[in-house]
C-alpha cells in the first residue's frame, strides 16, 4: 500500500511542479506557481505536533507542497497576509477537527474561507464525532461571522471524511490513508481541471 501510494504521488508531483516554459515574445503571461496544493486547517494545540504536522511532513517528504502554518511561515509574516492567499491558491483542503477546533475563530475562518472560495476539503475527525462539532458563541462574533461559520462547519461535517482515535488508533495506517486521500483528489482535481482545459479549447475553435 505504502509503496503504490509513493509512486502515485511521485508521478503527481511531476505533474504539478511542471510550469509552461515563458512563450517568446509574451513573458507577462507566464503561468506562476500557486502558494500550495495542500492547504492544512487545524487547531495547532491539539494537532500542530501529531496529525497536523505529520501529515504535512509526509506530504512534503513525497514532493507535495502543503501549508501549515508553523512550517511554511516565519517571525514577521502576517497571518491574513500568508494564510489567505494559500487557502485561494490551494488546491484542496484539509481540515483536521479535533476537541477544541471551534473555540477558535481562525479556524473557523479559514474554513469558511476554504468553503467560500469553492475549494475541495478533506474532513479528518480526530478523537472527535461530526455531531460534536458546534460553532461556539461567546458573544464576541456578530451574527453575520456566525451564520458564516455555522455554513462552513455544516458543509464540512456532511462530507466523507476521515476518523481517527489517536489513542487507539494505527498511526502508520492512518497516515497512509490520508495521503492517499489526499493525493487521490489531487489527481481527481488534475483530471477535472484537464477536461475543463480541453472542453475550452473545443468551444474556442467552434
Same mark, same amino acid.
Given at each position: 500500500?505504502?509503496?503504490?501510494?509513493?509512486?502515485?504521488?511521485?508521478?503527481?508531483?511531476?505533474?504539478?511542479?511542471?510550469? =509552461? *516554459?515563458?512563450?517568446?515574445? #509574451?513573458?507577462?503571461?507566464?503561468?506562476?506557481?500557486?502558494?500550495?496544493?495542500?492547504?492544512?486547517?487545524?487547531?495547532?494545540?491539539?494537532?500542530?505536533?501529531?496529525?497536523?504536522?505529520?501529515?504535512?511532513?509526509?506530504?512534503?517528504?513525497?514532493?507535495?507542497?502543503?501549508?501549515?502554518?508553523?512550517?511554511?511561515?516565519?517571525?514577521?509574516?502576517?497571518?491574513?497576509?500568508?494564510?489567505?492567499?494559500?487557502?485561494?491558491?490551494? #488546491?484542496?483542503?484539509?481540515?483536521?477537527?479535533? =476537541?477544541?477546533?471551534?473555540?477558535?475563530? !481562525?479556524?473557523?475562518? @479559514?474554513?469558511?474561507?476554504?468553503?467560500?472560495?469553492?475549494?475541495?476539503?478533506? *474532513?479528518?475527525?480526530?478523537?472527535? +464525532?461530526?455531531?460534536? /462539532?458546534?460553532?461556539?458563541?461567546?458573544?464576541?462574533?456578530?451574527?453575520?461571522?456566525?451564520?458564516? !461559520?455555522? !455554513?462552513?462547519?455544516?458543509?464540512? +461535517?456532511?462530507?466523507?471524511?476521515?476518523?481517527?482515535?489517536?489513542?487507539?488508533?494505527?498511526?502508520?495506517?492512518? /497516515?497512509?490513508?490520508?495521503?492517499?486521500?489526499?493525493?487521490?483528489?489531487?489527481?481527481?482535481? @488534475?483530471?477535472?481541471?484537464?477536461?475543463?482545459?480541453?472542453?475550452?479549447?473545443?468551444?474556442?475553435?467552434?
Amino acid at each position: 500500500m505504502q509503496q503504490s501510494c509513493s509512486s502515485s504521488a511521485k508521478y503527481l508531483c511531476r505533474k504539478l511542479v511542471q510550469v =509552461p *516554459p515563458p512563450t517568446p515574445n #509574451k513573458a507577462a503571461t507566464t503561468m506562476t506557481r500557486p502558494v500550495c496544493d495542500i492547504f492544512i486547517n487545524h487547531r495547532g494545540i491539539d494537532t500542530k505536533r501529531t496529525i497536523a504536522g505529520l501529515l504535512h511532513d509526509h506530504l512534503f517528504r513525497l514532493g507535495l507542497r502543503p501549508f501549515l502554518d508553523s512550517r511554511s511561515m516565519k517571525p514577521g509574516d502576517g497571518l491574513f497576509g500568508k494564510i489567505n492567499p494559500a487557502i485561494r491558491s490551494c #488546491k484542496l483542503g484539509v481540515a483536521i477537527f479535533s =476537541p477544541n477546533y471551534c473555540d477558535s475563530y !481562525f479556524c473557523m475562518q @479559514e474554513l469558511a474561507l476554504l468553503m467560500e472560495n469553492k475549494k475541495r476539503v478533506i *474532513p479528518i475527525f480526530c478523537d472527535v +464525532k461530526p455531531s460534536q /462539532l458546534q460553532v461556539m458563541d461567546y458573544g464576541i462574533r456578530s451574527a453575520k461571522q456566525l451564520e458564516r !461559520f455555522n !455554513f462552513a462547519l455544516e458543509d464540512a +461535517k456532511y462530507t466523507i471524511g476521515l476518523a481517527f482515535d489517536t489513542l487507539r488508533g494505527n498511526w502508520p495506517e492512518f /497516515l497512509n490513508s490520508a495521503t492517499e486521500a489526499v493525493i487521490g483528489n489531487l489527481v481527481e482535481l @488534475e483530471a477535472q481541471n484537464t477536461s475543463k482545459k480541453r472542453t475550452y479549447i473545443l468551444h474556442g475553435r467552434e
